[in-house]
T-cell receptor, first 112, second 116 residues
């Protein structure tokens, strides 16, 4: 079974402070991890994929298979980062089709 | 390049009725998935279609069904609506689906269904 846990429903930081949104997963096979972001009144958007190892809008995330985590980090938060963030998991190379399992989401607020 | 388009944006239906929602994926995308988003349950997977075939299905009752056409457009149908079906229904498309392709899904804006 696939499971994604985001322990913090709400996270509030000040502008310029570092931010870390936690994500832990449970999956017996090889996982494929994603971070999605939903800004106010906008559609869900893909932020990061673990396989691309890229930095988007200053955010990075590293897959730690030992700790089964995929935390999202940014060294200096900006007010425009305020949004709902979802961690999501899919099975890598599954032959039974594709499905994303989402965490409950973390609402990030960056205060001025 | 047009994004994922869902119609209608809003729907109000009465308990017991049925509803059909439509999704047009990004041109060239062959995989279409549907998700239900509610405040209590979050984002839950409904089903995924690829080349007109349902490849994967979530844990929803049989009242929820879908299909995909040869042009990759997809519809989902909910019969005998219940109050608990009120939700935002999201469609997402991908070139091949997840797995080894490494692609994420591109989501539409959703259809807000209210059952009264």
């Amino acid at each position: 079974a696939q499971r994604v846990t985001q322990p913090e429903k709400l996270l509030s930081v000040f502008k310029g402070a570092p931010v870390e949104l936690k994500c832990n997963y449970s999956y017996s096979g090889s996982p494929e991890l994603f971070w999605y972001v939903q800004y106010s009144r906008q559609r869900l958007q893909l932020l990061l994929r673990h396989i691309s190892r890229e930095s988007i809008k200053g955010f990075t995330a590293d897959l730690n298979k030992g700790e089964t985590s995929f935390h999202l980090k940014k060294p200096f938060a900006q007010e425009e980062d305020s949004a709902m963030y979802y961690c999501a998991l899919s099975g890598w190379g599954e032959t039974s089709g594709s499905r994303l399992t989402f965490g409950e989401g973390t609402q990030l607020t960056v205060n001025p | 390049k047009a994004g994922v388009t869902q119609t209608p944006r809003y729907l109000i239906k009465t308990r017991g009725q049925q509803v059909t929602l439509s999704c047009s994926p990004i041109s060239g995308h062959r995989s279409v998935s549907w998700y239900q988003q509610t405040p209590g349950q979050g984002l839950q997977f409904l089903f995924e279609y690829f080349s007109e075939t349902q490849r994967n299905k979530g844990n929803f009752p049989g009242r929820f069904s879908g299909r995909q056409f040869s042009n990759s457009r997809s519809e989902m149908n909910v019969s005998t609506l219940e109050l608990g079906d009120s939700a935002l229904y999201l469609c997402a498309s991908s070139p091949q689906g997840l797995g080894r392709s490494g692609y994420g899904y591109t989501f539409g804006s959703g259809t807000r269904l209210t059952v009264v």
